[in-house]
T-cell receptor, first 111, second 110 residues
C-alpha cells in the first residue's frame, strides 16, 4: 500500500494562476479531507468528502474547489491563487470512526 | 472559542524526564480522540488513540476525562527522539473529519 500520496511536493505560483493539487489513497477509505497548515495556526480543514460524489466545506473553504469522482482521488483546485494561500497543504483519508492518515504534504508559495 | 485547545509550549525537558501535555475540547458530542505527532516539515502521524479507560503504549500514557472534556498525554523517560510537536485531535460532530489542536512543542535535550 502506498497510503496517501500527494503531488506535487513543492509548487510556486504567481498571483492569479490556477492549479490542482492531487491526492490519492489506496486504502479504500470513505472519507478524505484537505487541510492547510500555517505557522501558529495549526491544521485547518478546507474541504472534505464522505464518499464519491459528495463533498462539503470545512473551516476555510474560500478560494478552493474540490471534487470526488472516485473513492481513490480527491483533488484540490485553486482557481486564482493569492499570496494568502501560501501554505503547506495536507490531504488525509480515514475509515469511519478511525484515525486519519496523511499524505506528505504540498508546499505552495504564491508570489 | 477553538474546538480543541492546547498549551503551545515549548516544553524543554532533559533526557529521562517525565512530561505531560493537556488538551481541552469544546464539543461534548465528540466520540473519538487521538494524539498525533508531527516532526518538523513532515505530515502528522498517529501516536495513539485515547480510550475512555485510559491507555498505555510503552512510555506513553493517554487519559480521557469526558466530564471535564479533557485529554492528557504523559511521556515517561523522555528520549531525544521524542522532540516533536504533539497534536491533540478530536473528531468533528459529523464524524467525517478531525479537529486538530495547534500542537504542543517538545524539545528533549541531552
Amino acid at each position: 500500500n502506498a497510503g496517501v500520496t500527494q503531488t506535487p511536493k513543492f509548487q510556486v505560483l504567481k498571483t492569479g494562476q490556477s492549479m490542482t493539487l492531487q491526492c490519492a489513497q489506496d486504502m479504500n477509505h470513505e472519507y478524505m479531507s484537505w487541510y492547510r497548515q500555517d505557522p501558529g495556526m495549526g491544521l485547518r480543514l478546507i474541504h472534505y468528502s464522505v464518499g464519491a460524489g459528495i463533498t462539503d466545506q470545512g473551516e476555510v473553504p474560500n478560494g478552493y474547489n474540490v471534487s470526488r469522482s472516485t473513492t481513490e482521488d480527491f483533488p484540490l483546485r485553486l482557481l486564482s491563487a493569492a499570496p494568502s494561500q501560501t501554505s503547506v497543504y495536507f490531504c488525509a483519508s480515514m475509515a469511519s470512526g478511525r484515525e486519519q492518515y496523511f499524505g506528505p504534504g504540498t508546499r505552495l508559495t504564491v508570489t | 472559542r477553538k474546538e480543541v485547545e492546547q498549551d503551545p509550549g515549548p516544553f524543554n525537558v532533559p533526557e529521562g524526564a517525565t512530561v505531560a501535555f493537556n488538551c481541552t475540547y469544546s464539543n461534548s458530542a465528540s466520540q473519538s480522540f487521538f494524539w498525533y505527532r508531527q516532526d518538523c516539515r513532515k505530515e502528522p502521524k498517529l501516536l495513539m488513540s485515547v480510550y475512555s479507560s485510559g491507555n498505555e503504549d510503552g512510555r506513553f500514557t493517554a487519559q480521557l476525562n469526558r466530564a471535564s472534556q479533557y485529554i492528557s498525554l504523559l511521556i515517561r523517560d523522555s528520549k531525544l527522539s521524542d522532540s516533536a510537536t504533539y497534536l491533540c485531535v478530536v473528531n468533528m460532530p459529523s464524524g467525517y473529519a478531525l479537529n486538530f489542536g495547534k500542537g504542543t512543542s517538545l524539545l528533549v535535550t541531552p
